[in-house]
Nanobody, 113 residues
Framework: QVQLVESGGGLVQPGGSLTLSCAAS????????MSWFRRAPGKERELVAT????????NYADAVKGRFTISRDNAKNTVYLRMMSLKPEDTAAYYC??????WGQGTQVNVSS
């Protein structure tokens, strides 16, 4: 069955960095654009970044441009989100999403001193 398993979340101080990973299985990963979303407490889900199948087209939310980098390794069936210069407002549950309608279970990122 389809699985998307996120990892790499945790507690980090403002200005710090984290890299999230999302390991995919059960479908042909290389044929799907992939995205990262996040949901902060009391807020609606927000699209963070999207990468196309070959990684040649990438888009970011304005709030993370210049700080976050999405990438993928089709040989490893994995999509990544490198997050730098983290701010308290980046605190959220982060989810990966495959354009076929598949969601991961999420990984929590807390940015706090």
């Amino acid at each position: 069955q389809v699985q998307l398993v996120e990892s790499g979340g945790g507690l980090v101080q403002p200005g710090g960095s984290l890299t999230l990973s999302c390991a995919a299985s059960g479908f042909t990963f290389s044929r799907y654009s992939m995205s990262w979303f996040r949901r902060a407490p009391g807020k609606e889900r927000e699209l963070v970044a999207t990468i196309t199948t070959a990684g040649n087209s990438i888009n970011y939310a304005d709030a993370v441009k210049g700080r976050f980098t999405i990438s993928r390794d089709n040989a490893k069936n994995t999509v990544y989100l490198r997050m730098m210069s983290l701010k308290p407002e980046d605190t959220a549950a982060y989810y990966c999403y495959a354009m076929g309608g598949y969601w991961g279970q999420g990984t929590q990122v807390n940015v706090s001193s």
